[in-house]
DNA sequence: GCCCAACGACTGCTTGAGCAACTATAACCG
DNA sequence: CGGTTATAGTTGCTCAAGCAGTCGTTGGGC
């Protein structure tokens, strides 16, 4: 039969899906040995690269997949495990801050590694450098279009939302 | 300062992701207006592709991004809406069916134009044809080497894991 | 034929996430 | 100033999903 189904179209987001739950399995096998969730690791990683190890809620919120009840309760689990504690904002009585610890630096810094060697094992190091540079563009072009309110919070607009997740954008 | 988080790789694995999550907000929005959720629209696809438009339950977990369990319960909304039904296994008494009903077919026909136009309009529309060759290109060399366990169940290995989903991949 | 291992589906329990309601603070406006 | 509106964070509730355990069924070894 000719099916609706064999769509090009159909195929394409089909491949995109599949390479994206495909790395997500690799990458969050590879973060639980380190004893992280994908958003664990998004959120720690979207703290360390930001002045001063911190970030507040609400921009924490906005750089990641989260709702900020969602990042609340990520926090809490994240301060109650020692990665992570929250400072009271000196300007502003309603904020805080959620700040990386010493511990979750250290953490970080265990799991990077191999999570970059995961990646190039998996994603980057499976193309030829200019077959990468075109899916990187064609990505690029992709996301641009798509991507509802990329960055928001603290950084500018190209950054990415590094790794993490296997579980995207729920809300909006 | 040269920081470690604008490694290339982690830029690479960031548009993917972020391609990915907006692509999916897109999709849930218009599977929405239709009543349906990205692992039910999974679902059905999936169903409406196969022969007869039914799939054992245990073939339908391998073929979508849930366990078990989790086809049981989407299998049981999505009869309560109307959109399938369970049919006993005539020659293995321990298997049962998942079937499409007409008014899934009927949902089915209502939503895919849709999504389609989405599809193009977000992503496959957003470059030249020989750009969004290579992106696919690249995504299936990706795709071939991470995704955990392609297709199980009754389809071969090329075809996709369609659409849906925004939500990847949390067993393995 | 009988027993035991494997299999298919379902259920209880737990977890993580979003939404909406709520509280406290800040900012604005008269 | 005093009151109204907006903002930051938290909490109650609900829901979807996975894991592990259960029950019935099947098939294989003897």
Known sequence: ??????DPRITAVGLLFEAHAGLSARFNAQLEEHGLSAVEFEVITRLARSPGNQLRMT????QTSLSTSGV???VDRMERDGLLT??????????????VTAAG???LNETLPGHLQMIEQWFTGQLDPEALA?????????RDAAHPCATAGSDDVSPEQVAA??????RH
């Open 1 to 6: 039969m000719t099916n609706v189904f064999d």
């Open 59 to 62: 921009d924490l919120a906005a």
């Open 72 to 74: 609340t309760r990520v």
């Open 86 to 99: 929250r400072r009271a904002c000196p300007n502003d009585r309603r904020s805080s801050y959620a700040v």
């Open 105 to 107: 630096i250290q953490r």
């Open 134 to 142: 075109a899916l990187l563009d064609g990505l690029r072009r992709v």
């Open 165 to 170: 997740t296997g579980n995207a954008t729920r």
